[in-house]
């Protein structure tokens, strides 16, 4: 199903595989009249997924990320929904280069990986690019809580963590209200950095984002463990 789906490949599909056809000819000639539209997509999971996926290679102004490897997709975008593209045919731009990505044109060496994600994800994440890629003056949403608050949301930590003080439920990983208090400062900041050092018991590894050493810089992780300290232990923390 999945090579069956690449568009060269169209003319020779079987009745079995239109409907997934359709959803390609969405992404390279825009929305037509069914099958495209926006309902059933999570944007808000969408952006987690595109913080912890995408975020390293390709700089998106909503999402606060900063990569650099990939093309900044803001850019890539401004042109065409300044000329009047919705948010569903940038979509399906997005997921077309989701399921089939281009080979690098300037370097081959960094090209971007297949299906980083597949399925209602790859819609997910479609779907959220698609609606803030390239619109003018577009940033993360501010949230109240300070400058460490915004850290967290910025970087979608909230996704996979419970954090009261954030407002946010995720169960993927660890309820931070439960594992930080008693924790250093030092230690937390392990825990974000490299987090397969210390794999939290009852948790997989590999599933919080190994990036974030690069992707947030040296003072905003500072402000981020000060925001995980005085929201979770009042200060008991030993620093
Ligand atoms: C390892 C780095 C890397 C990751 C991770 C990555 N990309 Fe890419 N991406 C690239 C590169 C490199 C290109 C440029 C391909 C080319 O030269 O045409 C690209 C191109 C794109 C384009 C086309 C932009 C344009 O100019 O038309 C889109 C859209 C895109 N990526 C979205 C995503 C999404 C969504 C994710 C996460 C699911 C993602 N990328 C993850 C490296 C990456
Ligand atoms: C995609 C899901 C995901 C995201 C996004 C994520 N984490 Fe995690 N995190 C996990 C998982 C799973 C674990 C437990 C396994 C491990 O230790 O790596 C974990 C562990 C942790 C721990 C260690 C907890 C302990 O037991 O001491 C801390 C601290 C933490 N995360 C903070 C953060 C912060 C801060 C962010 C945002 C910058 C973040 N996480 C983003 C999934 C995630």
Excluded: W
């Excluded at 090579?3 to 060269?8: E, F, G, L, V």
Aim: glycine content about 12%; some cysteine.
């Amino acid at each position: 199903m999945r090579a069956a789906s690449r568009p060269s490949m169209a003319k020779s599909l079987t009745p079995l595989f239109r409907p997934v056809t359709a959803l390609v000819l969405c992404g390279a000639i825009g929305v037509l009249a069914t099958g495209c539209g926006t309902e059933n997509v999570d944007k808000a999971r969408g952006r987690v997924l595109f913080v912890q996926k995408c975020g390293q290679c390709h700089t998106l102004a909503e999402a606060a990320t900063s990569g650099v490897q990939g093309p900044d997709l803001d850019n890539a975008f401004s042109e065409a929904r300044a000329n009047g593209e919705d948010q569903d045919t940038i979509a399906g731009v997005v997921k077309a280069q989701i399921d089939f990505p281009r080979p690098s044109t300037t370097n081959p060496a960094v090209s971007m990986p297949k299906e980083l994600v597949t399925g209602q994800s790859a819609d997910d994440v479609a779907a959220y690019v698609g609606s803030v890629a390239g619109v003018p003056g577009i940033g993360p949403p501010t949230v109240p809580g300070g400058p460490g608050a915004q850290v967290f949301a910025n970087n979608g930590c909230g996704g996979c963590h419970t954090l009261a003080a954030a407002n946010s439920g995720g169960t993927t990983g660890p309820d931070l209200d439960k594992v930080l208090p008693g924790q250093s400062a030092a230690e937390i900041t392990k825990s974000i950095v490299d987090p397969n050092a210390k794999v939290t018991p009852g948790y997989p590894a590999n599933v919080m984002p190994q990036t974030f050493k690069t992707a947030i810089p040296a003072p905003m992780l500072k402000q981020l463990v000060a925001y995980l300290i005085s929201s979770t232990s009042g200060g008991k923390s030993k620093g």
